[in-house]
Each structure stands twice: as C-alpha cells, then as structure tokens.
C-alpha cells in the first residue's frame, strides 16, 4: 500500500473531542466563568448550568440528579466508591469485598490498598472469554461481604459482563454493587435502575468529551465518604471548585454519544467484525476474549513469536495508534495483568494488540489495518528466533 | 516518537545484520520469552577476527536496536576487543537508552559474549571464566 492513512484507533485509551462538547465548553470559560458558589448573577448562572448538567447526566443515566456526583474522572470515582463501600462496611464488621482479577488499576490498587489494611478480597476468576461466572460470584458471596466490584467493560479486551444479573444477586443479598464502566458509557446501553447498580464510575474523555472530568453515580440511601474535604460543593461529597467548563463538555458528550447509541453500536460493530476476520487470516493469532459479548469498537489479539512494542512503533510509522499489552510499553518487565487473567501465558501475551475504533472508521480504513499488521507481523516474525523455534517444530505453538 | 532518539529509531526501522549464519562459529541465546526479550547471535571467526555477525531479536524497539547496534560494534573487530564490549557502549552508541530499558543493551552485551563463549567451548580453548561466567543471560527476570 502506497498511501499512508492516519488512523487513531486506540479510542479506549482516550478520543477526540467532539465539535459538539467543544462548543458546549466554550461559554463557560469565555462568558459564565462565575464560581457556582457565589451568589451574583455570573456565579448563579453557572450554578443553573452546573445543576441542568446534573439532571442531564442523571438523565442518561436513568438516575436522580441527586445521585450525581462530579469528581476529576474515572479514577477518582472508582477510588471513592470502593473506600466509601469497604469503610461503611467495615463499620458493621463487614471486610470482605469481591471483585474480578482483571479491573482496572484504580479499582485494582484500591484493593490492594484495602487489602492491607486487614480487608479480605476474592478475585472472581474471569475465564478465557473475558467473562464472569454468576455462579461463582453466588459462591464468593459471604456474611460480612461490603462489597462488590465489577468493571462493565473491560479497558483492554472490551469484554461486556453479565451487569443486571452481578446487581440482581448483589441486591437479593443486600450487598452494595459498584461498577466500573468507563468503558461502557457512551457505547452500550446503561442504566442504573434496570441494571440493579448502586454505584457507578464513569469518564467523559471516553465517549468523545474532555479529559479530567467525571461522575460517581451513588444510588439513594447508599453511604458515601469524601476523599477530598473542604467546601460543600456536590453535596458535601466532593470538595472543590466544580469543573464547570469541562462538567459541560461532558454532559453534551454523553447526550451525544447515548442518542446515537445504537447507530454507532450497530456501525462500529460492522466494522470491529471485518477487523477481527481479517486479522484472523493471520496464522497463529487469536482474539482475546468473547467475540460477542465485547465493545463495539474493541478488537484485542495476540500474535505468537513477536513482542507488541516493536509492532506498535513499525504501525505508527504507518499512522496507526494502537496500543499493547506487552509489558514493554508499560515500562515494567509483566506483561497486562488482563491477559495473564484470561489464562494467556507470559511469553504469548507480550504479543498482544489492542485496536479500538469509533464510528469515524471506514471499511477502507479497516482494510488497511489489516494489511499493516499482517505486514508488520510476518516482518517481525522474520527477524524472531522464538518464531525460528516455533517453525522448526523446536518449541510447540500454543495458538 | 519522543520514547527513542533517533539513532535507536533508526536501527530498529532499519536493523543492520538481521538473520542466520547456518554454519556459525559461535551461537549465543540469552533472554527469555517470559520477559518479552529473547536474542541469539551468530558469529563467524577467522584468524581471531569478527567476519561476519548475523542476530535474531525477539522484542522491544530497544532490544531491536541494541542487537543491530552491537553487530556494527564487533562487526570486523578482533575478538579481543568484542570480548570487550559493555552495555554501556552499545547504549551511547545509541545516543542514550530510557533507564527501564538498559536491559536491553545487557542483553546484546551477554548475548556476543555467550556466542564467543560457544565458540570457545566448541573449539577447546582457554578463557577467562570471570570475563565469560557459565550462567551468561541466565538471569530470570521478576515473573509471578
């Protein structure tokens, strides 16, 4: 192929703006830069945005506006769910939380934080597929259980969980239900009420809003407790100037994102399908995780006998972002601890891709993906000796 | 891309003696595919002499380049001087690698020397085990 395309396809990393979140910002930086707090006219005309903001967000959401709160992201979110579930919890004797091995590191290290304060965690197993057993979350299930935490979609694979029945059993066991879903927002149906979550971490920079900028859903009558202290700002749960400006983008973003919902699904899934196909064709490569219960734009495959840095950089130089699980790109010697939990061994999973697109993809944009990776992959594997030893029959393929 | 300078750009773009020296002198393999690095290096001796030297890598940009970068270093050197060799070397030769990416120029340093080894070893002559210890890219790297 002579003609470069430059394609961004790592959208789960982060996205572009969307013209219509940029515009949604820009008077509240330029004109209503009033504090909400104050109460002239500038300051209480940001706190009416601020306040049709809430209800909006709470609106696609199927919640209360009330049960909104704004913080910094999704990292914060997630960080404050998990403390305010596990220390309420504690308080009534409860230590135990159950999770998946695969969350995001926010939920991950809050664990593990957790876990050294004396708190007990179950890691649900979460199989080849990327998928959580309900069974086996029944059996996890205890007396003294706080919580539960369960990511939506996965950030690498895209793997979508069993959401309203993690949150019908948790309900019918009176068990708090957080969910992750920073990766759902935006590109699957979501809604707290139908799908039995009490609470919920969401990010605007994921569905084509801006970057810092958040919301921890808290149903009604759960307990929460503040990681930042000061003013009184989202109901004396969040302390700090709120992000006007950027609460904005979001909200334009997420009304955006959730009315086009089903389009773009429909779109992006095409596309993802003629992806996965293609780079199917390529010998000794597999798709992590289930094939349908994924994103629509999440495609991750591993490549045996090569490493995916050196395949991320030679596809940049085609004008492919993407990014990998390999442990080079992360700068320490393990490779995703999301692919060591679908099972995949050590050396295989440092051969991994993960492509995720948006509906701005063409099926010529897919085309060439495909024929840059296939390029890129025989390549590397030419320069390989683990690949030398896979071919001359030293070493068994595992794919 | 800002990660690399431009030199370990490119020799990973455009790796110099990639390949396979079947009837090789000296064969040396060190790393490990657990870790996401594997390199083997094949030399071939004459009067004491690098004549030719041909690597396959399995890994990162840097490992990429490192490989490339200390085939040009011993490429055509007496031996004595490729026994000399450091990963510090290959590193400035390459205008600086980023700090968790120095095994990479270890493992190009370990990976001639455990060649030179087997040339050693094969052919039945002496050499300094201090300079050339048994357990060359031996080391495991932090895996659970």
């Given at each position: 192929m002579d003609k470069i395309m430059?394609?961004?396809?790592?959208?789960?990393?982060?996205?572009?703006?969307?013209?219509?979140?940029?515009?949604?910002?820009?008077?509240?930086?330029?004109?209503?830069y009033g504090n909400p707090s104050s109460l002239y006219t500038i300051g209480q005309r940001a706190k009416e945005a601020l306040e049709d903001a809430r209800a909006r967000v709470a609106a696609c959401l199927g919640a209360n506006p009330s049960e909104i709160i704004f913080t910094s992201g999704g990292s914060e979110a997630d960080n404050q769910a998990i403390y305010s579930a596990a220390y309420t919890g504690a308080k009534k004797g409860k230590k135990h939380i159950v999770s998946t091995a695969f969350e995001h590191h926010a939920v991950l290290h809050s664990l593990k934080k957790l876990e050294r304060e004396g708190f007990e965690v179950t890691y649900l197993d979460?199989?080849?597929?990327?998928?959580?057993?309900?069974?086996?979350?029944?059996?996890?299930?205890?007396?003294d259980t706080a919580l539960v935490t369960v990511m939506f979609a996965n950030n690498e694979i895209g793997t979508v969980q069993p959401i309203r029945e993690i949150g019908a059993l948790c309900r019918e066991r009176k068990i708090p239900f957080h969910t992750d879903a920073v990766q759902a927002i935006g590109h699957v149906p979501v809604n707290v009420v139908d799908d039995n979550i009490d609470m919920l971490s969401l990010s605007a920079h994921k569905f084509h809003g801006p970057k810092g900028i958040g919301v921890l859903f808290v149903k009604r009558g759960v307990r929460v407790l503040n990681l930042i202290e000061g003013g009184a700002q989202e109901r004396g749960k969040r302390a700090g100037t709120e992000n006007l400006a950027a609460i904005m983008g979001m909200t334009a973003a997420m009304e955006?994102?959730?009315?086009?919902?089903?389009?773009?699904?429909?779109?992006?899934?095409?596309?993802?399908?003629?992806?996965?196909?293609?780079?199917?064709?390529?010998?000794?490569?597999?798709?992590?995780g289930s094939r349908e219960k994924r994103l629509p734009g999440n495609v991750n495959f591993i490549f045996e006998g090569i490493e995916g840095e050196s395949l991320l950089l030679l596809l940049d130089d085609r004008g492919i972002s993407a990014s990998s699980g390999s442990a080079c790109t992360s700068g320490s010697l393990d490779p995703s601890h999301v692919l060591l939990a679908i099972g995949r061994?050590?050396?295989?999973?440092?051969?991994?891709?993960?492509?995720?697109?948006?509906?701005?993809?063409?099926?010529?944009?897919?085309?060439?993906?495909?024929?840059?990776?296939?390029?890129?992959?025989?390549?590397?594997?030419?320069?390989?000796?683990?690949?030398?030893?896979?071919?001359?029959?030293?070493?068994?393929?595992?794919? | 891309m800002a990660l690399y300078s431009e030199k370990v750009m490119d020799h990973f773009r455009n790796p110099r003696n990639v390949g396979v020296i079947e009837d090789a002198d000296g064969v040396g393999e060190v790393g490990n595919a657990k870790c996401g690095d594997i390199m083997t290096m094949y030399l071939k001796i004459r009067d004491e002499r690098i004549e030719d030297v041909k690597f396959e890598t399995f890994g990162c940009g840097s490992a990429i380049a490192s490989s490339s970068m200390a085939t040009e270093l011993i490429k055509g050197r007496p031996v004595s001087e490729a026994l000399q060799l450091t990963n510090k070397a290959v590193a400035e030769a390459l205008d600086g690698l980023p700090a968790y990416k120095m095994h990479c120029s270890v493992l190009a340093e370990e990976a001639i020397k455990a060649a030179l080894k087997d040339y050693y070893d094969k052919n039945g002559i002496e050499y300094d085990h201090s300079v050339l210890p048994d357990n060359l890219g031996c080391e495991e790297c932090e895996v659970d």
């Open positions: 430059y394609l961004y396809a790592d959208n789960a990393a982060t996205t572009r703006m969307s013209r219509t979140a940029i515009d949604a910002m820009l008077p509240y930086m330029e004109e209503i979460v199989h080849e597929d990327g998928l959580v057993r309900l069974e086996e979350l029944k059996e996890a299930l205890r007396e955006e994102a959730c009315a086009k919902l089903e389009e773009n699904s429909r779109t992006v899934t095409a596309l993802r399908e003629r992806l996965i196909d293609g780079l199917l064709t390529i010998p000794h490569s597999a798709l992590n061994p050590h050396e295989i999973a440092h051969g991994s891709l993960r492509l995720t697109i948006d509906e701005s993809f063409t099926e010529e944009a897919i085309d060439y993906i495909v024929e840059n990776v296939k390029e890129v992959v025989t390549y590397l594997r030419g320069m390989s000796p683990v690949w030398r030893d896979l071919v001359s029959g030293k070493k068994q393929f595992q794919l | -």
